[in-house]
């Protein structure tokens, strides 16, 4: 459904009508210049034949350097969900499974659908501000569970784990013998402080990326952290699917580590005022929902919303959001991504609340 809403928000758009685009996370502002010229310049040296399959080594060394690991533990991939794919490819099988707190981003399960792996879901709640409860997620483990998948922030909720309940899920995967994947693609624009994968040691596996802290979606790339031997693995599969993220999209992403700090910062001011006007609008609502701890998204509930009706009904009106079943059993839920600027999110979020039955 989260994809059917797109598409049918695309075919309005190419038949004229204006539309408030809240379904997807893919942010209005531009990619900043210094990276869009890095990249350019890249060409220009010719920097457009193939690349290695672990990644340029320049931006190795960087991401090794800012994470506090041997360049061998990184490899770049072509976006942090063809990260995800691959590392679940290669470390489940059919009949497996993989354990993940819900609301949940739908590629995850996707991914482990197309390779055959059981996903167990852990259900949490908007009443319990989206809390992790680490004893029913070790209650989902045995002895087929190969792989528990954090998401701090989450997309959907905008909600970061707690430090003492990112620690419990690691001890638990630990005594477990399970791998822990952390998924931290909003980590650094988040607005409070989001513990890392990292913190606990290098045996667990981090997942992130440009295309949210860089403003860079379109550009597909990411990078991984893991364990050298699975990194090889990694490079392989690397060299005989995607063979490589393009050197020059390389070197405008290494050129945005220069700015890394400022970037974030840039980004996480914007979005607070976003997020702050969304909270104006939709508190005068029936709407209940949890205030975001990063960008880009809010996971509002009224109760007894049929969500997926609510959402190509409100296409009429000129207002795309995404309904909660993508993201899990949350029918009513909406996600609203806050990708347009404060007076769009003011006049799209009235229209909603309008619409509200």
């Keep these: 459904m989260l994809y059917e809403i797109s598409e049918k928000a695309i075919q309005l758009e190419n038949q004229g009508k204006e539309m408030i685009k809240f379904n997807l996370g893919d942010p209005d502002l531009p990619t900043p210049p210094e990276i869009v010229e ?5 060409m220009k040296q ?7 399959a672990a990644g340029e080594k320049k931006l190795r060394e960087e991401l090794a350097r800012i994470h506090g690991v041997s360049v061998d533990n990184v490899v770049v991939t072509t976006g942090s969900k063809w990260a995800i794919f691959s590392l679940l490819f290669l470390l489940l099988k059919r009949g497996e499974n993989v354990v993940v707190p819900s609301p949940h981003w739908t590629s995850y399960e996707l991914a482990a659908k197309k390779i055959g792996a059981e996903i167990r879901f852990l259900r949490r709640d908007l009443e319990s501000d ?4 680490a004893e029913k997620l070790e209650a989902l483990i045995d002895d087929k569970t ?5 998401n701090s922030p989450n997309n959907p909720t905008s909600k970061v784990i707690d430090d003492k309940t990112f620690s419990e899920i690691v001890q638990i995967a630990k005594s477990k013998g399970v791998t822990v994947l952390s998924d931290e693609v909003y980590s650094d624009i988040s607005f409070v402080k989001a513990k890392s994968i990292l913190d606990f040691g290098a045996d667990n596996i981090l997942v992130t990326g440009f295309s949210k ?4 979606t379109g550009w597909r790339i990411g990078y991984v952290v893991v364990e050298k031997e699975l990194a090889t693995r990694m490079i392989k599969l690397n060299q005989i699917t995607t063979t490589c993220v393009p050197a020059f999209i390389q070197y405008g992403a290494l050129k945005g580590l220069e700015s890394r700090k400022k970037i974030a910062d840039d980004i996480r001011r914007q979005f607070k005022v976003r997020a702050d ?6 508190s005068k609502s029936k709407m209940r929902f949890s205030r975001p701890d990063a960008p880009f998204y809010l996971f509002p509930k009224v109760d007894g919303l049929d969500s997926e009706r609510f959402a190509l009904d409100l296409l009429d009106k000129g207002v795309a959001v995404a309904p909660g079943t993508a993201f899990g059993d949350y029918r009513e839920y909406v996600r609203i991504a806050l990708t347009v600027n404060e007076e769009k999110i003011r006049e799209g979020l009235e229209k909603l609340c309008e619409a509200l039955p």
């Design 213 to 216: 802290s860089f403003l860079m």
């Design 46 to 52: 010719g920097k457009t034949k193939y690349s290695s």
């Design 146 to 150: 190969r792989l528990i998948i954090l």
């Design 130 to 133: 989206w809390k992790v409860d």
């Design 38 to 42: 890095a990249a350019y310049e890249a």
């Design 277 to 282: 006007a969304a909270y104006s609008v939709l």
